[in-house]
């Protein structure tokens, strides 16, 4: 059974830093894409970053380039979302999401919630 759990979400003012984690089961490190989501008030689920399986190259969306780094942990099994001068807009629930490569599937997590004051 596949599980992705996030952490580290919070309330932070802006300029601020928060570090998320995911912790994923289930699938064995390096066969998966590991990427972040992220969906405020009233918008559609978006795109934030990637992290690829076979060479751990990355890719953002343009929101959150220079800002935000995606990284991964092979002992922990963990992908992580690195966040700096994050901004109001930047507030929105953050999902983790694994991708095998082995079937178009993508597996989630519950969410955690990312809270930007002015």
């Known amino acids: 059974q596949v599980q992705l759990v996030e952490s580290g979400g919070g309330l932070v003012q802006a300029g601020g830093s928060l570090r998320l984690s995911c912790a994923i089961s289930?699938?064995?490190?390096?066969?998966?894409?590991g990427g972040w989501f992220r969906q405020g008030p009233g918008k559609e689920r978006e795109f934030v970053a990637r992290i690829i399986r076979r060479d751990g190259s990355t890719n953002y969306a343009d929101s959150v380039k220079g800002r935000f780094t995606i990284s991964r942990d092979s002992a922990k099994n963990t992908v992580y979302l690195q966040m700096n001068s994050l901004k109001p807009e930047d507030a929105a629930i953050y999902y983790c999401?694994?991708?095998?490569?082995?079937?178009?599937?993508?597996?989630w997590g519950q969410g955690t919630q990312v809270t930007v004051s002015s």
């Open positions: 999401n694994a991708r095998p490569h082995w079937a178009p599937l993508d597996y």
């Open positions: 289930g699938l064995t490190f390096g066969t998966y894409d």
